[in-house]
């Protein structure tokens, strides 16, 4: 909100409505919006604001009595102050207003200028730094590996933002305030003003800007050190310089540039040398968070140039924070909501959609035919500003790829993303992931190139009858009988007499301190701080409180879980009701639902996999090696015990031949006759099996073949000697894979994929293209050993990058970066989804497991930033992976419903009574023992269909692992990783030494259950980022079975007792990331390090 001092009838009121630009003449650069943090433009006088530009465009929204809010259309926030920092508001459409608590105000500041003002803070919102522009000799410069402009949850410009550590250059979080270096000219050179490409610089920590007693430019001065490290010391009289380069092939000339990526070479070469590559032999680059120099070799890594945080909340009203106001036209607000035609008078006819973009006949721009459908265009919001051009006739929307084509697709994500940008002659359709504008050529075609100029590149929006508002309110998701997992920033358990949420609301009360982000100032200046997610609501009393992240749930009888879904993707892929009179949403009727006596076994057999899978996980987790035969013998028979269900439903199902090919008691034969219940089910897709559900199990066992299974057999081998049989699936029984084909290509894939009208087909030739692309990366992966050179494993990323680029160039992903690549490839999962080809989506899954696991050896204890960049996937990547889950888990859920039609007595096979007494209890009470004690009439006096529901809670749901922090091992069977997120390092070293916590604390934890060692884990593991306050924590989680690669990895905000625990070798600083598919849940006790799986 902002207030005006005076009238506001004569200030303000003119501008309501209007979108407008801020520009400060005394840098001479607009206010900018990008997400949710708050810049500034490039430099640019106010009299010549371009009209491409969007995140320098606020909307005044009338927020009466003289208060008014500058609302970005194009990332859909508001401008906020708050105490030390200015931001972006949460997402909120402008006619939110209300929702803001904090109250601004706008106020004259002499001439035709304004400043914007907290009155809570009294603060001014102030421009201190120009954010872009050149370089100059004396500025204090942040220097980041990675490429982000603004603010992400590593803080400013991303996770891989320069410092000094230990008098080195080291690449960690940005944080709130990253530090910078100053650019110094070298001594005696008489440089000044702008830094060209080419100059040599000095890099000093110190900001003396002269000779001192340690010599030029202080006591911290950059320099190359003998291990080729940038390290940092006396300047002494003649400092080490290094040049500033453009990166190979940009183009890039003249001055460096804030934003710009450059190279920082040691040596003086200005090209490309023979035998080093460019700029010579010396030349910078990330190595383990280090700044090393080597080789330039053919793509030398860039590094980003950015300003000190440019905007600051200040006391005093300085020139740095008066704005005078500059009309800007934004023509997507106008636009979002409307049904259009696009017309190009170059070629006097309309853009059109149908399976690819195209031109339509001959047609003036005020004559359209009532019979045209795909010349007819519904606008639709879609992200961060930009919109989706959704075609009528398909109901598609146009898809730039990046070989220029334009095609039309049902997903909506960076390939279908446009922004319009208004020129005197008409409108440009820009696509800004490929940087390319939409242009009608020859009469006939439509493609994407660069550049904004050309008359086929204008068009004229003409408004056509139809179209709706796009623009969703606030979705909200409520959840009953389940709470947030981890502590709510409204709860301090150390101090619960004055903060401890609120009591006597009703539920829209509750939700309501959510949406005004309300909480006690008893709770203190941290969860003042919070973005509330969530809130849980008990009725009982009418309890409510607060969470920052809601992304796992819990089960608690009595508490309600209110949670804000993302309308355009994230949180509201994973909503599934699982209430019993509520449908399950699968994209298909209920037609399997009515089974017949026939159909009896092969329900069973559909309960009885994921029973199997559960109980042998969940043994998994239990199993620690003992090293004696009889605990060896114990634990045989238990493998025996608890697939004894499985195992009478698969002999009911293969008659005579059960016994035979699965005898009971042959545990070596277990994986066999899982796989070989996974040929019986695909046999009856899609009639009897849906391909959800099938996914589902795939998912499943390709996970315990790959991880679970080999877990095991370490653990058991290192009791006894094992000698288990081992057998393929008999012919009879093996998985019809006649429709698999070869993986052969005629033509290139993108051409295949434009000669094919059938989806079907489509589909067909993705998969066999994605098979090719997996054998292929198999084979350069194979060629790494574990003494392989850093060179060669950057040979090997740009391998992998040639063999993924074909599939990313039609699927969407970033062929460099392989987890982006993983992630991606879900897609074409979802979309075989829609189709019956089972074998293929068996193929692709198996696959895919296979090369994760290959890829996560690779990786163990290396530098991959090359092809493995955890911090560097597409936002629309992890969308496909979790929509493609969803879909698995609704599968999973309807295949329950199916066993209600066998009654119980039919399910009470099925399951071990003790394990449903077991389930029958909260997860937090699974540490009592006695619960092994329950007896049958135990289990039967409850609902049984609840109890089996509670069996399944944990498995099917798509995940993200990381581990950050401190790593360590118990017995080489039971890992865990812990690192500071926000609060207390007391709290953290609490955790790691296993007291009592006194404070409150945000903490990443991880851990493993299985082979682990310091550098690879494999098992049953699980990651979260949790508050915990006083006392002794424990935790519930969901887990899932993955093998996952730990690397070197420090920060100082996430591990803050050294790279080492206090100098103990044996917990280090770490980190890994992965995905996986959760199968059970478990509770682990950060006090005893105990955990207990369900």
Not at 25 to 47: G, R, W, Y
Not at 52 to 80: A, C, I, M
Not at 440 to 465: E, H, Q, W
Not at 953 to 958: F, L, N, P, T, V
Request: some cysteine; overall charge negative; hydrophobic content about 35%.
């Amino acid at each position: 909100y902002f207030k005006v001092v005076g009238t506001f009838h004569q200030l303000v009121e003119p501008y309501v409505g209007r979108s407008l630009a801020l520009h400060n003449a005394a840098h001479n650069v607009f206010l900018k919006m990008e997400n949710d943090v708050i810049t500034t433009s490039p430099t640019k006088a106010a009299n010549d604001f371009p009209e491409g530009w969007h995140s320098e465009k606020f909307t005044v929204v009338d927020g009466r009595r003289g208060l008014v809010g500058l609302h970005s259309p194009y990332y859909n926030r508001f401008v906020q102050i708050e105490d030390t920092e200015i931001r972006g508001s949460g997402s909120l459409n402008s006619y939110q207003l209300s929702e803001l608590s904090d109250k601004l105000v706008l106020t004259p500041a002499g001439g035709s200028t304004f400043a914007i003002f907290n009155p809570t803070h009294g603060k001014y919102l102030q421009i201190d730094a120009v954010g872009t522009g050149c370089v100059s000799y004396g500025h204090r410069v942040v220097i980041a590996q990675s490429s982000d402009a603004g603010k992400n949850q590593c803080g400013w410009y991303g996770c891989r933002v320069g410092d000094m550590i230990n008098n080195k250059m080291y690449f960690g979080h940005g944080g709130s305030t990253p530090y910078g270096f100053y650019f110094r000219a070298p001594p005696g050179s008489g440089k000044s003003g702008c830094i060209s490409y080419g100059d040599a610089v000095v890099i000093a920590y110190t900001s003396n800007g002269g000779n001192t007693g340690c010599g030029w430019y202080g006591c911290r001065v950059a320099a190359m050190w003998g291990d080729n490290s940038m390290g940092f010391g006396h300047g002494t009289a003649n400092p080490h310089v290094f040049y500033i380069r453009p990166q190979p092939n940009s183009g890039l000339s003249g001055h460096a540039q804030y934003g710009h990526g450059v190279i920082i070479a040691y040596t003086n070469s200005g090209g490309h040398t023979s035998n080093c590559g460019w700029y010579g032999c010396r030349v910078a680059s990330m190595i383990n968070n280090d700044m090393i120099f080597g080789h330039g070799g053919a793509n030398p890594m860039p590094f980003y140039l950015r300003p000190i945080r440019p905007i600051s909340a200040n006391h005093l009203l300085s020139a740095s924070a008066k704005f005078s106001i500059v009309d800007a036209f934004n023509p997507m607000q106008t636009l979002v909501g409307l049904r259009v035609g696009f017309h190009n008078a170059a070629s006097n006819r309309f853009l059109k959609l149908h399976g690819t973009a195209a031109a339509s006949p001959t047609c003036d721009a005020g004559a359209m035919p009532d019979g045209w459908q795909a010349e007819r265009f519904d606008i639709v919001f879609a992200t961060n500003g930009q919109v989706g051009i959704k075609g009528v006739y398909e109901n598609k929307y146009i898809s730039l790829q990046s070989t220029g084509s334009a095609v039309a697709s049902s997903n909506l994500a960076a390939w279908e993303w446009f922004v319009l940008e208004h020129f005197e002659d008409g409108f440009a359709l820009k696509n800004v992931h490929h940087n390319k504008y939409l242009e009608m050529y020859n009469n006939c075609c439509i493609r994407g190139t660069a550049g904004s100029d050309g008359a086929g590149k204008r068009f004229s929006i003409v408004k056509l009858p139809g179209g709706v508002d796009t623009v969703p309110p606030a979705v909200w998701q409520k959840v009953t009988n389940q709470v947030c997992s981890g502590e709510p920033y409204t709860r301090d358990q150390c101090h619960l007499e004055i903060c401890n949420g609120w009591s006597g609301l009703t539920e829209a009360g509750c939700k309501a301190k959510c949406e005004n982000q309300e909480v006690s100032a008893s709770c203190g200046h941290r969860a003042q701080r919070q973005l509330c997610m969530a809130a849980s609501y008990q009725p009982s009393g009418g309890w409510c409180q607060l969470y920052s992240s809601c992304g796992l749930l819990q089960a608690q009888s009595g508490v309600h879980v209110l949670r804000k879904v993302d309308p355009y993707g994230g949180m509201s892929l994973l909503q599934f009701n699982t209430d019993d009179d509520d449908d399950i949403r699968l994209d298909r009727d209920d037609s399997l639902l009515q089974i017949t006596d026939a159909d009896d076994d092969l329900t069973e057999l559909g309960m009885a996999l994921p029973l199997a899978l559960i109980n042998i996980s969940t043994f998994q987790t239990k199993l620690a090696p003992t090293n004696t035969s009889n605990s060896l013998d114990q634990h045989l028979d238990t493998l025996t015990d608890l697939v004894s269900g499985f195992y009478a439903v698969l002999h009911k199902e293969m008659k005579e031949d059960g016994p035979l090919y699965c005898p009971e008691g042959n545990v070596g034969l277990i994986p066999m006759c899982i796989a070989l219940s996974t040929c019986l089910l695909q046999a009856k897709v899609p009639s009897k099996v849906s391909m959800e559900f099938y996914g589902a199990m795939m998912e499943q066992v390709a996970r315990f073949e790959e991880v679970t299974w080999e877990t095991i057999l370490r653990a058991l081998g290192k009791e006894g000697n094992l000698n288990l049989d081992s057998a393929t699936i008999p012919s009879k029984y093996a998985c019809d894979s006649r429709d698999l084909g070869n993986h052969s290509l005629a033509q290139p894939l993108g051409a295949a994929l434009l000669q094919e009208d059938s989806e079907m087909e489509r589909r067909l030739i993705m998969s066999r293209a994605l098979q090719r692309s997996v054998e292929s990366s198999h084979r350069i992966l194979d060629s790494v050993f574990w003494n392989s050179s850093q060179h060669q494993l950057d040979s090997v990323a740009e391998q992998l990058d040639s063999v993924w680029r074909p599939i990313c160039d039609e699927l969407g992903c970033d062929s460099s970066n392989y987890l982006d690549v993983f992630l991606t490839s879900h897609r074409q999962s979802a979309m075989l989804l829609q189709t019956n080809m089972a074998a293929h989506l068996r193929n692709e899954i198996k696959q895919r497991m296979k090369l994760e696991r290959k890829v996560q050896e690779v990786i163990a204890g290396r530098d991959a930033q090359k092809f493995w960049r955890p911090d560097d996937y597409q936002d629309a990547s992890v969308e496909s992976f979790h929509a493609y889950h969803a879909k698995g888990r609704a599968g999973i859920e309807h295949m329950l419903k199916r066993a209600r039609k066998l009654g119980v007595d039919k399910m009470m096979l099925l399951v071990n009574q003790v394990d449903m007494a077991f389930h029958k209890r909260p997860l937090e009470q699974a540490f009592d023992h006695e619960v092994s004690n329950l007896s049958l009439a135990a289990v039967e006096s409850g609902d049984f269909w609840d109890d089996l529901a509670k069996v399944f809670d944990c498995i099917g749901y798509g995940a993200r692992f990381t581990s950050t922090g401190y790593s360590y091992s118990f017995n080489d069977y039971v890992s865990l990783a812990l690192g500071l997120s926000a609060g207390d390092s007391a709290s953290l070293r609490g955790l790691i030494e296993m007291q009592e916590l006194t404070v409150w604390a945000s903490i990443y934890a991880a851990f493993a259950v299985g082979a682990c060692t310091d550098i690879f884990w494999v098992g049953a593991q699980a990651s979260m980022t949790a508050s915990f306050g006083c006392g002794y924590p424990r935790l519930s989680v969901t887990v899932g079975f993955i093998a996952a690669a730990l690397s070197k990895w420090y920060s100082p905000l996430v591990c803050p007792f050294g790279p080492t625990y206090f100098g103990w070798p044996n917990i280090k600083c770490s980190q890994a990331h992965g995905f996986y598919v959760t199968t059970i849940c478990c509770v682990f006790d950060f006090r005893t390090n105990e955990h207990n799986c369900r």
